[in-house]
């Protein structure tokens, strides 16, 4: 088996203002379960690369441990990428971004990474309003370690184990608003026409952008007690050995109206209900979008689209002043500010 993408495409293909075709922003196949959720999001992130006419070489990818930092492998292959260890992403990011700030930052993480290990990391960047999109693949399992419940879980859920998860999940959503991220929203990996639109307002918008994608994991969404679970096939079968099979799914494709209710059904049977936002819904008041997902979370719904927007937003470099060249660029006669300077430093210190 080979994970090279075959280099023939269409000669037809349009190219964007760039002069590029869409295959100039892909990257490897994905060695992800087929049917993979994070799939669709990749297709979704090459597709608004592709039409905000991004240059690959001016934008950074950055991850952290999980399926979800897998994918930058899977987008983007012109573009830098740093894989960081777990949880740890912002922290990269935050000094990437302070060393060129004339690229564009594109962090990717899972709820593991964001909402267990990396959740200090996580409130900081908000806090400091680091100048990237901010993607949160969301499946409420750790995919990579055979699919324990993550912090995001629904409380009552079952996993692969058979057993109950006991704790108020974290809403990653409503979390970052509280925090004073200047641009939240949510959707679901099948919804490209919704997802794709949010991805390229992200990364338009100057501050930190975050977007929670609902991403349903197809090996380990099933329940105990289903007889299309893998232990009760094992159970029901002679076999000479135990092993681990995932079958081939079909990515899960939605459309649906706004201020209207979908019901999702997982792969394993289980179902989902999201609800997209109305017509008339005022992003701009961010007390009213944290009702709204409080309330909707209630109702065991998922709130989808554009939650909440400052369009008056200031990103790091604003705060803390910083030089308005990258400060890569800088050379040392810039940097050293002279003996009359630091002698005028050193006074006020005394």
């Known amino acids: 088996m080979t ?18 075709t869409v295959d100039y922003y892909e990257g490897a196949l994905s060695t992800l379960c087929a049917g993979c959720g994070h799939d669709s999001i990749s297709a ?28 930058p492998a899977y987008f983007l292959s012109n573009s830098h990428g740093f894989n960081s260890v777990h949880g740890r992403m912002p922290s990269v990011a935050t000094g990437a971004n302070l060393a060129n700030r004339d690229l564009t930052y594109f962090g990717v993480s899972g709820d593991g990474d964001t909402a267990s290990i990396g959740m200090g990391q996580f409130v900081h960047v908000i806090r400091r309003s680091l100048n990237m999109t901010y993607i949160v693949m969301n499946n409420g399992c750790y995919g990579l370690t055979k699919g324990q419940d993550s912090a995001t879980a629904d409380q009552g859920s079952k996993n692969k184990g058979g057993n109950v998860n006991l704790f108020e999940s974290i809403d990653l959503a409503s ?15 099948g919804d490209k026409a919704q997802l794709v639109p949010l991805i390229k307002a ?11 994608v609902i991403s349903p994991c197809v090996t380990f969404n099933n329940n ?18 135990t092993v681990d099979f995932v079958p081939e799914m079909q990515e899960i494709s939605i459309e649906y109206g706004k201020g209207t209710h979908k019901n999702v059904t997982m792969h394993d049977g289980s179902v989902i209900q999201l609800h997209k936002l109305a017509e008339d819904w005022n992003p701009l008041d961010r007390q009213s979008a944290m ?35 990258p400060l890569n660029t800088l050379t040392k006669e810039e940097l050293c500010p002279g003996s009359e300077m630091l002698n005028e430093i050193n006074a006020d210190l005394r």
């Open 3 to 20: 994970y090279v993408r075959p280099k023939f495409r269409h000669p037809e293909l349009q190219k964007n203002k760039l002069g590029y």
């Open 44 to 71: 979704g992130i090459i597709q608004a690369a592709y039409e905000m006419n991004i240059e690959p070489h001016k934008l950074a990818k950055l991850s952290g441990i999980g399926c979800s930092s897998k994918t």
């Open 175 to 189: 979390l970052a608003i509280e925090l004073g991220a200047t641009f939240v929203a949510q959707s679901f990996s």
């Open 202 to 212: 992200a990364m338009n918008h100057p501050g930190f952008a975050f977007i929670n």
């Open 224 to 241: 105990v007690g289903s007889t299309k679970s893998y232990d009760y096939v094992r159970e029901h079968i002679g076999a000479t050995a």
């Open 291 to 325: 009702n709204a997902v409080i309330n909707a979370k209630a109702k065991n719904e998922i709130l989808t689209g554009l939650l909440y927007v400052n369009p008056d937003a200031h990103d790091l470099h604003d705060i803390i002043k910083t030089s308005d060249r």
